[in-house]
């Protein structure tokens, strides 16, 4: 299993990122995806989760800003990330789930796949 996040890189506060997590080596319509993120000096917190059905979740954080959303036919995953602020700052890992329980719980610990990050950073 591999999971390849990619499109971090510097924006500015209300600006725009769209995050993409290429996955391989599994049957990718078969589970759901999601991301994580840890800002420096925190822990590493759940951010959102769309299941193989297209069921969602959000942190509350991001609710109204983030959008996620997957190509079954690509294996690719998205994040589409607007009006951005400096607290988005982190780094943003994308996550294979069963069903988003595990991210819906926030338990890190129990995610088994997880791609390398790509750094977010809002600034001006």
């Known amino acids: 299993v591999q999971l390849q996040a990619s499109g971090g890189g510097l924006v500015q506060p209300g600006g725009s990122l769209r995050l993409s997590c290429a996955a391989s080596?599994?049957?990718?319509?078969?589970?759901?995806i999601g991301w994580f993120r840890q800002a420096p000096g925190k822990k590493r917190t759940a951010v959102s989760c769309?299941?193989?059905?297209?069921?969602?979740i959000y942190a509350d954080s991001v609710k109204g800003r983030f959008t996620i959303s997957r190509d079954n036919n690509k294996n690719t995953a998205y994040l589409q990330m607007n009006s951005l602020k400096p607290e988005d700052t982190a780094v943003y890992y994308c996550?294979?789930?069963?069903?988003?329980?595990?991210?819906?719980?926030?338990?890190?610990?129990?995610?088994?796949?997880w791609g390398k990050g790509t750094l977010v950073t809002v600034s001006s």
């Open positions: 996550v294979r789930d069963s069903d988003c329980t595990t991210v819906a719980l926030d338990w890190r610990d129990g995610i088994e796949y």
């Open positions: 080596g599994y049957t990718f319509d078969d589970y759901a």
């Open positions: 769309i299941s193989k059905g297209g069921s969602i």
